[in-house]
């Protein structure tokens, strides 16, 4: 596995949001940090369907923002199922980074984030 053409995987879609999907996600009951105005799509390259960033979670439920060419929205979903068998309980770094019934291929929250957690 080579961590330098991960980049590469990933759909390059970014989406810039609007002052209401702002106002949509500060309004959230939960301390995380605020979103970001601009997010890339973080489905794998080539998926199908609406291009999807997560904007914001609150207890298991995920906000993700979905997109295409002509419109976006923001809905609710909870985490993918899929999991490593050793984090049963719990999400670990193991675990896809996407909503549940995303297209595409899983994608591990561990090499996802890493550029969030350095
Ligand atoms: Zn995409
Ligand atoms: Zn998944």
């Not at 309004?27 to 970001?36: H, K, R, T, Y």
């Not at 609150?58 to 609710?76: F, G, K, M, Y």
């Not at 899929?82 to 291929?105: M, V, W, Y």
């Amino acid at each position: 596995m080579s961590i330098d053409n991960e980049d590469l995987r990933n759909c390059p879609a970014r989406i810039t949001l609007d002052a209401a999907q702002l106002a949509f996600f500060n309004e959230l009951p939960a301390d995380a940090p605020s979103v970001q105005s601009e997010l890339g799509c973080e489905l794998e390259l080539g998926h199908p369907g609406s291009h999807a960033a997560l904007g914001h979670h609150v207890d298991t439920t995920t906000w993700w923002i979905q997109w295409t060419l002509s419109a976006s929205e923001i809905n609710p979903y909870t985490w993918c199922p899929a999991k490593t068998p050793t984090q049963a309980e719990s999400r670990g770094e193991e675990d896809c980074a996407l909503f549940d019934g995303h297209p595409g291929n899983h994608v591990s929250l561990r090499l996802h984030r890493r550029d969030e957690a350095a």
